[in-house]
């Protein structure tokens, strides 16, 4: 049984469980019209579908501790999941990293990670949530829309001149 819970300590090595591929197979590509975000989502054709990885990050726990809380989820005391939230200056708490062992993803454990990072906020006196996603990482981007999160922002300009221009973040809120 897959379990939640903040990451101590004691287990502070779990913060930096490895990234996996995922598919990258369509794109979501949000509009503001009349004061209103809405989006539409294209599939790619069968030959344009690749899968791309995020490189692994080195967090350190202790340099992150005083801003950041870490919350794993567990199959027995096998790190399968995290998030970190990160303290901001405003009413939403940032979702810096959240992501899902590939053999565990579309069982609810990101989901469930979520539920936590709620928790977490209220504790906290935030409003919600906040994140940002690629629009082509359409799995992340239909998650956060399926989970509650409404989209907030777009941001056309963070990728220009690096190897990944051409894409966009998407920018995420929820509130608790």
């Not at 080195?58 to 992150?64: K, P």
């Not at 405003?90 to 053999?103: A, C, F, I, N, Q």
Request: with cysteine; glycine share 8%.
């Amino acid at each position: 049984m897959i379990k939640v819970r903040i990451i101590d300590e004691e287990h502070r090595r779990d913060i930096n469980i490895l990234n996996e591929p995922f598919p990258l197979y369509g794109r979501m590509i949000p509009s503001y019209i009349n004061e209103q975000w809405r989006y539409d989502i294209v599939c790619f054709e069968k030959g344009d579908i690749s899968e791309m990885c995020f490189p692994d990050e080195n967090y350190d726990y202790y340099a992150m501790l005083d801003d950041h809380v870490f919350i794993g989820a567990y199959d027995d005391e096998k790190c399968i999941g995290l998030a970190i939230l990160r303290d901001v200056w405003m009413k939403y708490m940032y979702l810096y990293d959240l992501k899902v062992s590939r053999d565990y993803r579309r069982q609810g454990v990101a989901h469930a990670l979520i539920e936590e990072a709620k928790k977490v906020c209220k504790e906290k006196g935030y409003r919600g949530l906040y994140t940002q996603g690629q629009d082509n990482n359409l799995s992340a981007c239909k998650f956060y829309i399926k989970s509650g999160f409404y989209i907030g922002g777009l941001d056309t300009n963070v990728y220009k001149g690096t190897s990944q221009e051409g894409k966009s973040d998407i920018i995420f809120y929820m509130d608790c």
